[in-house]
């Protein structure tokens, strides 16, 4: 079976409102892309994977068919992937896969969203049916409201405190200031930001305050995914998907103390559990730890031959909507002991000059987060990475983290209920 | 009677009225605007273009069915909390599963059990913002609540006590709303007990109270109350 590699990429700015048409702000991206991909021809590309996630804020269906005609792909195949927040992640994947099977050789994956049609609460309630609208929708949480529950949850088993979650805001916003595409910078510039500017932030729901949240974003991103043998057309330097992942959980969180399908999957974390609590039927992931991501990320470790990811994994990128999202992420993806994520942003690990920078884009808040493009987005920013572009692309060295050799890119819908993994190496 | 025939037993339907509303935001253009704005794939390389704004409302009226689990709303309007039990495994579900999800079970049907009222809170937050339907209830308590043996939590909003003082751990009553419309919102959860507040600093407190006062004043200001 062949080799997949990542050939190329391209994005556009992250910003709200963006005016111009999804169909524009993908073509931005893609003329990003062929900056650097002068061999690419239209017609070269086999089939193409599109991400968005929300027919209700884009007010359109199968809004694939415009792109796909617009790029100039009439008679080739496009395919829409859609599973929430999952589905940038879940579009990389599914590209990997469709080159994998040898069924195409040359796939482009092309994400976007618009979220600035319609006023901030009603764009949370439209997220929100990305949650059970017979259940968790009707009482009023939405999303803010689930992920703060979870955190809380986290809080109270394991000591998560407020301060974790500030540090790894200031880590984040700090981080996006390097980035030209990033949608806190086209807002804020490029002042650092400290704990007390997270602190002075309004109160969405507890423990979150309004710098702990994703941004709500318009914008796009582009891909180029090739079989081993095309990829040397285009590139000397290409980056390869050595391993990619996939799991779920359950769409309502309040079932996951009783979720019998996780039972005996990770006996070891089943163990970790404050002896003064009453034990759940099922301990792990439980309402703390996002089972799916673990799932995606074993299956991904196995494939790329990972046996410790902390120390052979150089660059992370975590989709973090929330910022209790990371920490947890930190133990599910296996950089720390159950309950003891908080420790790496507390000892700067994941910090841009850490051991493991982990959001070096500026994560969900930093960067953005146009539902369609954001994950797409963040394995840009690990592509050039890898490739040592940073300066190139971003016009700043200061980011460019020296010679990273293999990256992970997590991304997650729901309330962790879908998620997907991918490594990537040069 | 054909038993393929739908027949109505209880019409409390307000279709018609909201057919107007619907009809009303037809997906039609009502107004526009035009502006002046940013264009360009970098913040470092941006320039300025003009673009037309329309405003085009979309209204709809969904008829949702709740299923096989429409014995659950039914029982709210009752005054009655209904879950459900597998005979095979014996797992209890609140909010109810038509059909066990436990593996070895293969999807047996459950059955309708009579649940308790009294519940635990297993986490919870406390809303400062949320979407359309609920900013006027701002600030109020989310939590999920694992009420009786249920294996799992159930969303529900907590009332009557200091949103500052719930905590993990909190034993709640289950009550209904006298105007029961069989919506999950006919249901609410109060303490059972005097409530022990997680040790939060002083600090924390005062930013908590901070923070409600200005959502308080926030939606008196936007949804005064008659």
């Known amino acids: 079976m062949t080799r997949v590699a990542i050939v190329g990429a391209g994005m556009t700015r992250f910003d709200r409102p963006r005016r111009e048409l999804q169909e524009e702000m993908v073509a931005e991206a893609m003329k990003n892309m062929w900056e650097d991909l002068p061999n690419l021809e239209t017609k070269d590309i086999d089939a193409a994977v599109y991400s968005y996630f929300s027919d209700h804020l884009e007010q359109q269906l199968c809004f694939h068919w415009i792109i796909h005609d617009y790029l100039g792909l009439s008679g080739k195949p496009g395919y829409r992937v859609e599973s929430g927040g999952a589905t940038p992640i879940d579009a990389i994947i599914n590209a990997y896969m469709f080159i994998k099977s040898g069924v195409f050789d040359l796939v482009l994956v092309a994400g976007w969203e618009k979220m600035g049609e319609v006023g901030t609460a009603k764009t949370n309630e439209f997220i929100a049916m990305a949650s059970d609208t017979d259940w968790d929708f009707m009482v009023g949480g939405y999303y803010n409201g689930y992920y703060a529950a979870l955190e809380v949850r986290r809080m109270h088993l394991y000591g998560d405190t407020i301060e974790d979650l500030a540090l790894l805001s200031v880590k984040n916003h700090n981080n996006a200031i390097y980035n030209p595409y990033a949608q806190w910078r086209a807002k804020h510039g490029t002042s650092k930001i400290t704990v007390d500017d997270v602190y002075k932030s309004r109160l969405i729901s507890y423990p979150y305050r309004t710098m702990n949240i994703a941004e709500i974003s318009d914008g796009a991103a582009v891909m180029l995914l090739a079989s081993e043998e095309v990829a040397k057309k285009y590139t000397d330097t290409p980056i390869w998907i050595t391993g990619v992942g996939l799991g779920n959980d359950s769409m309502r969180p309040g079932d996951r103390t009783g979720n019998p399908a996780w039972l005996g999957l990770y006996p070891e974390d089943e163990e970790i559990w404050p002896k003064e609590e009453p034990k759940p039927l099922t301990p792990y992931p439980e309402m703390a730890n996002f089972g799916a991501f673990r799932y995606a990320a074993d299956m991904a470790y196995k494939m790329a031959g990972i046996d410790n990811p902390r120390k052979e994994i150089d660059l992370v990128e975590i989709f973090n909507p929330y910022d209790g999202v990371e920490l947890a992420a930190y133990e599910d993806l296996r950089f720390a002991k159950r309950g003891e994520g908080k420790t790496l942003i507390r000892e700067g690990i994941t910090e841009r000059w850490g051991e493991l920078p982990v959001n070096t884009s500026g994560g969900l808040y930093g960067q953005g987060h146009p539902v369609g493009a954001t994950s797409i987005g963040q394995a840009i920013t690990l592509f050039w990475q890898l490739r040592e572009e940073i300066y190139k692309k971003w016009g700043s060295q200061q980011a460019q983290i020296p010679s990273p050799r293999r990256a992970l890119i997590h991304g997650h819908g729901g309330t962790g209920c879908q998620a997907g993994v991918v490594i990537m190496e040069r | ?226």
């Open chain 2, 1 to 226: 009677m054909d038993e393929f025939e739908e027949k109505i037993i209880v019409d409390k339907s307000v279709l018609n009225e909201w057919k107007k509303w619907a009809r009303k935001g037809d997906m039609r253009v009502k107004g526009y605007k035009i502006v002046e704005a940013p264009r360009g794939d970098r913040v470092d390389r941006i320039s300025r273009e003009r673009f037309m704004i329309v405003e085009r409302p979309h209204a709809v009226v969904y008829q949702h069915s709740f299923g096989l689990l429409s014995r659950f709303y039914e029982g709210l309007i009752e005054g009655k909390l209904y879950g459900t039990r597998c005979p095979k495994c014996g797992l209890k579900y609140l909010p109810p599963r038509t059909h066990c999800w436990n593996p070895s079970c293969k999807l047996e049907e459950t059955e309708w059990i009579e649940m308790p009222t009294e519940g635990v809170i297993v986490t919870y937050t406390i809303m400062a913002f949320s979407a359309t339907p609920f900013l006027p209830e701002l600030p109020f308590v989310l939590a999920y609540v694992k009420v009786g043996d249920a294996a799992t939590a159930l969303p529900i909003q907590v009332k009557e006590i200091d949103p500052i003082d719930v905590h993990i751990g909190l034993k709640v009553k289950i009550k209904f709303k006298e105007e029961r419309v069989g919506d999950l919102m006919d249901i609410y959860a109060v303490p059972a007990e005097k409530p022990h507040p997680p040790p939060r600093s002083k600090e924390e407190i005062e930013w908590l109270k901070r923070e409600l006062k200005i959502v308080e004043e926030w939606v008196n200001k936007h949804f005064p109350k008659k």
